[in-house]
């Protein structure tokens, strides 16, 4: 049986792997079509490789380019909101929901809507907007599959049992760049440096997210709503391998981990596959004799106060955690331009936090709710910056 996959995000990183994994089994898979950001030479190249029905820009401005790009091949296409819009109305199966940060809400909830299979790799949908996702995936009889390693080991790991038998589920992170940095040293660290993960290679605003381990953070919060599982059965645990993703501790005393190498495209075909496991061409194989050893260490909130403030804006629930997620974008993308120091990113976070708390106190009733707030935020953020007094 063939299924017709939509990718959002298809020039990222997450879009390349999987586009990589359709291309292993074209007997099995058909691409319907295929969204970018604003890269329309990318987004026309990967389209004409993998032969795409449609192609749609987010950014409207690009479309001429698009156009041009993609004349004489047959591949439909579009820019702007409504063309993205548009992608996500055609006929898919499974839809990979791969568009970084707060932009991929509305698309990913549109397929939601639609009742489509959705491979989750946007965890700001769930961040920001998490009961209203949940609660409309239910109503709509969409299914929701994890493709982040962290959560894809958890519900593998996790299998037919049953959440109210587990004490806790962990979530491991690899430690970043500054795992063993001073907190000194974390302070004068540079934009390159941040971005330079030891394992990972996501695109700067993720590989910043987790030097910070404010990508931990959202984790928790996406891992709260995809098992519905109170935040004090959550934890965080640094693993500098990367093999071990997530450990599931069951209530006698038991315990589940996944493991895999650190290759997206595990999680990626564990979802794609639908019930059926697909061969990875090109995949290594884990060796646990040729590791050697795996090693663990407890998460230093002190170092990473981003972490800490995840967990609170999780256990506060409401709309905390949307209002986290749109101060840390406007937080990182300063500290890329050079105007905030790296622990600036907590600082700005955590005084969005205190300053939104009393106004926000429910969670968003739908994404246009979850986006009005996450704007709000935005503005608020970016007058409180040094640059902008």
């Not at 795992?179 to 993720?206: D, L």
């Given at each position: 049986m063939?299924?017709?996959?939509?990718?959002?995000?298809?020039?990222?990183?997450i879009g390349r792997s999987t586009t990589d994994l359709l291309a292993q089994h074209p007997e099995r898979f058909r691409i319907g079509a295929l969204v970018g950001g604003r890269d329309a030479a990318a987004l026309a190249k990967l389209a004409r490789e993998i032969g795409a029905d449609f192609a749609a820009l987010a950014d409207e401005s690009q479309g001429p380019a698009l156009r041009e790009a993609l004349s004489g091949t047959g591949i439909a296409n579009g820019a702007g909101d409504s063309a993205v819009l548009e992608a996500v109305a055609r006929d898919a199966d499974?839809?990979?929901?791969?568009?970084?940060?707060?932009?991929?809400l509305r698309p990913?909830?549109?397929?939601?809507?639609?009742?489509?299979t959705v491979a989750l790799a946007n965890k700001e949908s769930l961040v920001c907007a998490g009961d209203a996702f949940m609660r409309d995936a239910a109503r709509f009889k969409a299914t929701l599959l994890p493709v982040d390693s962290e959560h894809n080991a958890l519900a593998q790991a996790l299998g037919d049992g049953r959440v109210s038998d587990v004490t806790k589920m962990t979530i491991t992170a690899s430690g970043g760049p500054f795992r063993t940095w001073t907190k000194e040293r974390i302070a004068a660290a540079s934009p390159t440096e941040a971005a330079a993960h030891p394992t990972w290679s996501m695109g700067m605003k993720?590989?910043?997210?987790?030097?910070?381990?404010?990508?931990?953070?959202?984790?928790?919060?996406?891992?709260?709503?995809?098992?519905?599982?109170e935040a004090e059965r959550l934890d965080v645990i640094v693993h500098p391998q990367s093999i071990v993703h997530g450990l599931i501790t069951w209530r006698d005393g038991a315990v589940t981990a996944g493991l895999a190498m650190p290759d997206m495209r595990v999680p990626i075909a564990h979802c794609l596959g639908l019930g059926d496991r697909l061969t990875i061409e090109r995949g290594r194989s884990l060796d646990l004799a040729a590791v050697g050893s795996l090693t663990f260490e407890a998460a230093d909130e002190v170092r990473f106060p981003c972490l800490r403030i995840a967990r609170a804006a999780l256990a506060e629930g409401g709309?905390?955690?949307?209002?986290?997620?749109?101060?840390?974008?406007?937080?990182?993308?300063?500290?890329?331009?050079?105007?905030?120091?790296?622990?600036g990113i907590a600082e700005l976070v955590e005084r969005a936090c205190e300053h939104f708390a009393p106004e926000y106190?429910?969670?968003?009733?739908?994404v246009d709710e979850a986006l009005a707030i996450d704007a709000h935020v935005r503005a608020w953020s970016a007058k409180a910056l040094p640059s902008a007094a």
């Amino acid at each position: 049986m063939t299924h017709t996959v939509t990718i959002l995000g298809a020039t990222g990183s997450i879009g390349r792997s999987t586009t990589d994994l359709l291309a292993q089994h074209p007997e099995r898979f058909r691409i319907g079509a295929l969204v970018g950001g604003r890269d329309a030479a990318a987004l026309a190249k990967l389209a004409r490789e993998i032969g795409a029905d449609f192609a749609a820009l987010a950014d409207e401005s690009q479309g001429p380019a698009l156009r041009e790009a993609l004349s004489g091949t047959g591949i439909a296409n579009g820019a702007g909101d409504s063309a993205v819009l548009e992608a996500v109305a055609r006929d898919a199966d499974i839809v990979v929901a791969a568009v970084s940060g707060a932009a991929g809400l509305r698309p990913t909830h549109a397929a939601l809507r639609l009742g489509r299979t959705v491979a989750l790799a946007n965890k700001e949908s769930l961040v920001c907007a998490g009961d209203a996702f949940m609660r409309d995936a239910a109503r709509f009889k969409a299914t929701l599959l994890p493709v982040d390693s962290e959560h894809n080991a958890l519900a593998q790991a996790l299998g037919d049992g049953r959440v109210s038998d587990v004490t806790k589920m962990t979530i491991t992170a690899s430690g970043g760049p500054f795992r063993t940095w001073t907190k000194e040293r974390i302070a004068a660290a540079s934009p390159t440096e941040a971005a330079a993960h030891p394992t990972w290679s996501m695109g700067m605003k993720i590989n910043i997210d987790s030097a910070s381990l404010m990508n931990k953070g959202l984790e928790l919060i996406e891992a709260h709503h995809l098992f519905a599982i109170e935040a004090e059965r959550l934890d965080v645990i640094v693993h500098p391998q990367s093999i071990v993703h997530g450990l599931i501790t069951w209530r006698d005393g038991a315990v589940t981990a996944g493991l895999a190498m650190p290759d997206m495209r595990v999680p990626i075909a564990h979802c794609l596959g639908l019930g059926d496991r697909l061969t990875i061409e090109r995949g290594r194989s884990l060796d646990l004799a040729a590791v050697g050893s795996l090693t663990f260490e407890a998460a230093d909130e002190v170092r990473f106060p981003c972490l800490r403030i995840a967990r609170a804006a999780l256990a506060e629930g409401g709309a905390a955690p949307t209002v986290m997620n749109a101060a840390n974008e406007i937080a990182v993308a300063a500290f890329i331009r050079g105007e905030i120091g790296f622990y600036g990113i907590a600082e700005l976070v955590e005084r969005a936090c205190e300053h939104f708390a009393p106004e926000y106190r429910s969670a968003p009733a739908d994404v246009d709710e979850a986006l009005a707030i996450d704007a709000h935020v935005r503005a608020w953020s970016a007058k409180a910056l040094p640059s902008a007094a």
